[in-house]
Structures are given as structure tokens and as C-alpha cells.
């Protein structure tokens, strides 16, 4: 499978095949703005969701629980078409890249039944030692074995070249 572009125009027409890991989330009356589509901030919720919903379920990670902690580098948004309530929005999840302790996530979200993707959007998380609740540098052998592993089977899924 050929790597796919983070320019603009490769976003835009995404597929749901894209991304190797899925989940649907119901929009509430209360995530519209004045506008009456889904306001921005719920893309990052959305976002924010899947992956760590992948995360716990797919990779064993345990919050404030590990010797090392995932935490955001960077994020980031582009909007392509709008979402409302009472939508439901299928959101596609995918590894752009895997470093030594970092991860650059991609997600995808797309209006239940129709093929056109809404928004594509992801964030960076870079592992770090975690210890009485204080956060330190990235370890020296990187990221969690178990985190590494759940991330590959992702790329497996999804395609992509280890």
C-alpha cells in the first residue's frame, strides 16, 4: 500500500479503508454551535477518544498507571464538510508514523453512510517516564514494549510498511 500524503489535498479524499481501526460515536444536541453543525472543539474530543480508546483496549495501556505516560506533543485539525446532531459519525484511526518513543496518529471522521471524509485530524504523543505523578524525559529504550506492539498490529491492519 503506497504511504499516503498529509498534504491538504491527500486529506481530502481519504477513504474509510484508509484506517485500520474504526469506532462510531452518536453527536448530542449539545455538541452543535449556533451554525448547527458540530462545533470545532468536538473534533478534537472525537479525536482525542479513539485513540485512547485504542490505546487502553488494543495496547494495555493503564492511565496513571505505567512507569511511562503518553503525552500530547502536538494536534491538529482540517476540516473538509460538517457533521450535526443527530449524526453519527464513524471515525477511522491510523499510525502515520512510529518513532523510538513517539506516535503520529491519524484519524479520519466521516458521516455514517456516506463515503466523503468531514475532517481529518491526529496528534503526536511522545512516551515519557512517569513516577509519583511527575513527568520526566523519554526513556533511553523508548516507548512501552506492549504500547510498541499495539501500535504495529495497527499498521499491519492498516497496510503499512514496518
Not at 17 to 38: A, K, V
Not at 51 to 66: A, D, H, L, R, S
Not at 77 to 94: A, I, K, Q
Request: charged share 25%.
Amino acid at each position: 500500500m503506497p504511504e499516503l500524503g498529509l498534504d491538504l489535498a491527500s486529506k481530502r479524499v481519504r477513504k474509510r479503508s484508509d484506517y485500520g481501526y474504526h469506532l462510531d460515536f452518536r453527536l448530542r444536541w449539545n455538541d452543535n454551535d449556533i451554525f448547527g453543525h458540530m462545533n470545532n472543539p468536538y473534533y478534537g474530543v472525537l479525536i482525542d477518544s479513539i485513540v485512547n480508546q485504542y490505546m487502553i483496549e488494543q495496547c494495555g495501556y493503564k492511565v496513571n498507571k505505567g512507569e511511562q505516560a503518553g503525552i500530547i506533543a502536538n494536534t491538529y485539525c482540517d476540516y473538509f464538510g460538517s457533521v450535526s446532531y443527530p449524526d453519527v459519525v464513524d471515525c477511522g484511526l491510523r499510525i502515520v508514523k512510529l518513532g523510538k518513543a513517539s506516535v503520529m496518529y491519524e484519524v479520519g471522521i466521516f458521516r455514517k453512510g456516506e463515503d466523503a471524509v468531514k475532517a481529518v485530524g491526529g496528534s503526536t504523543h511522545v512516551y515519557v517516564l512517569q513516577r509519583d505523578g511527575q513527568l520526566g524525559k523519554p526513556d533511553k529504550d523508548g516507548m512501552p514494549k506492549h504500547m510498541r506492539e499495539g501500535y504495529e498490529r495497527l499498521m499491519k491492519r492498516q497496510g503499512a510498511k514496518l
